[in-house]
């Protein structure tokens, strides 16, 4: 049996997107990839090919999304592996983002990803098996970063849908697994894949120093290798049983331990006000 796959993977002009398909396009993998810009995957990847698709789609559009998946399966028969990678980072406090800026964020990171799920799912289940793999990032499970608070509440979403996906599809031989990436060194923090409020306020002096150290300091020199992110993906796509969870990255894995001995600290800590609430 082949172990050759057909994957379709959103945001893949760039970051770990872009290294996650030519890592597959190497090992005789065929991909779907789309962008904003299909020129731009022309440019970075190749001219559609016998294994390539260029597809230029505007994810937050459910017939651009639907006609994209229409032809993947045309042209390759079949899905396997869905990555829903295209997303954008967005600094700000609460107070700071306007309605616009948060609901774009959302737009993108949130309703992009679930209208794939949704227009691709039909084949997934009458293949019964494929997998749904949803980018998430560290902040998807600790919040606890000023300024960051719009982008890690997409990224919860992130993580709740693909945990009850994960239960809706499992009937059906399909998986889901939410991915926490910590930092790697792609360009996510520079240019249009990084979004500083319109409106800053001054008095928000920590959200202002984490919004430098991020695009200063932070910016070139991540501890995360996206070669070897592109080499987990495809190793977690072989497995029988992937996990629902999946953190990536030494930083990430320190800080879901953090996060989860903080929690079960906190819970116990208040567990008498909690059960007394019960008849």
């Excluded at 890592?23 to 390539?52: D, H, P, W, Y």
């Excluded at 967005?90 to 774009?104: A, I, N």
């Excluded at 208040?270 to 019960?278: A, E, P, Y």
């Amino acid at each position: 049996m082949s172990t050759k796959k057909v994957w379709f993977v959103t945001g893949a002009s760039k970051g770990l997107g872009l290294t996650l398909v030519k890592k597959l396009l190497a090992e005789g993998n065929s991909v779907a990839a789309t962008s904003r810009n299909v020129s731009e995957l022309q440019k970075v990847i190749s001219v559609e090919n016998s294994t390539f698709l260029p597809l230029e789609v505007n994810l937050i559009n459910e017939n651009s999304v639907s006609e994209a998946i229409s032809k993947t399966v045309e042209k390759f028969g079949k899905l396997d592996v869905i990555v829903n990678n295209a997303g954008y980072g967005q600094l700000g406090t609460l107070e700071e983002l306007t309605d616009k800026e948060s609901r774009q964020n959302f737009d993108t990171n949130v309703f992009g990803s679930l209208n794939v799920i949704r227009k691709s799912m039909p084949y997934l289940r009458a293949q019964k098996n494929g997998l749904v793999i949803n980018i998430a990032s560290i902040g998807g499970l600790s919040g606890d970063f000023p300024g960051w608070g719009i982008y890690c509440a997409t990224k919860f979403a992130v993580v709740g849908f693909t945990e009850a996906l994960a239960a809706e599809a499992k009937e059906f031989g399909v998986n889901a697994t939410v991915v926490y990436p910590g930092y790697f060194r792609t360009d996510f923090l520079t240019g249009s894949s990084l979004r500083t409020p319109e409106n800053e306020i001054d008095a928000y002096a920590t959200a202002r120093k984490i919004q430098k150290t991020h695009e200063q300091d932070i910016n070139g020199n991540q501890p995360g290798d996206p070669e070897k992110a592109a080499v987990a993906l495809i190793e977690l796509a072989a497995m029988e049983n992937p996990p629902v969870h999946l953190v990536l990255g030494s930083d990430a894995f320190q800080m879901a331990n953090n996060k989860l001995s903080t929690l079960q600290n906190e819970i116990s800590d208040f567990k008498t006000l909690s059960i007394s609430t019960d008849y």
